[in-house]
């Protein structure tokens, strides 16, 4: 079969467009760091690609969550132990006031110390985080606690007994608050056999200014239950945390091998993208010469 020289410059042109396409496409690939440039340059692995993605951002939502839990649990904890420094100091008065050798004067001052604690336990009561209240169950912008002095109860409670939970991975959750239910006892929710908080410290308060021995005695005991109740919910408080952080290292992990695994299917290898763009460059421009010397070719042909 004879060759002519159209032929030629035809099949010379086609092999300049083609080396100038897998040109363009290294070039696209080194500076977007990508293998793949369309889904359809590898449907099976951008199918692979898409559905790691949405694991990434799935386990970026559960490390968001985990964060934001953490942060209300740590809140929570600081709460409980602030309470629980209080209510050791009611106690320790108690003690002091148990000795039934204290004068009028010296009950009374004590009395009032005590008053300085149960204003104390209801400002914990009634702390916010965030613009929410932190014990008022669902009820966040209600302020939980209020006085009602005179009265039983001291203290009326108008949060509600609400659980709010975060979700931290797939089917797993975690409670992120108390409930000052639970918390102060408020209606006797925790202990059906004990005082809430606050009457059991106002009860205090009374039979230290009346000078009661017996009745002191007898409200210690009440005072020690709600101070192990406090250790209790913060120790459980303490056990969430921990999990939480074993969630966030778990989720760590994920996030990694979920990544490597992405950049293994759709990233470019660089170092071998860059030896075969030059393979290229050099294979353009040898074709590219070679036309050259085939239109000068038929330039003479034509001038003859």
Known sequence: MRVSTPMMTGNLAARIAANAERLYRLQQQISSGKRMLAPSDDPTAASRAAQMRSSLAQVAQYADNVELATQKLNTVDGLLGDLSTAIRSARDIALQAANGTLSADSRQALALQLDDVIRRVMEIGNSESGGH?????????????????????????????????????RNASVAVNLPGSIVFNMGSAADPGLDDVFTSLTKLRDSIAAGDSAAISQQITDVDAHLERALVLRGDVGGKLQRLEMCANQLQNVDLAVSEALSKTEDVDLAQAAVDLQMQQNIYQATAAVAAQLNQMQLVDYLL
Do not use: H, K, L, M
């Open 133 to 169: 209240y932190v014990f008022a169950g669902y009820r966040t912008q209600t302020t939980p606690f209020a006085s009602n002095a005179g009265a039983t109860p001291p203290v009326i409670y108008n949060g509600d007994d609400g659980q709010q939970n975060i979700e931290v991975g």
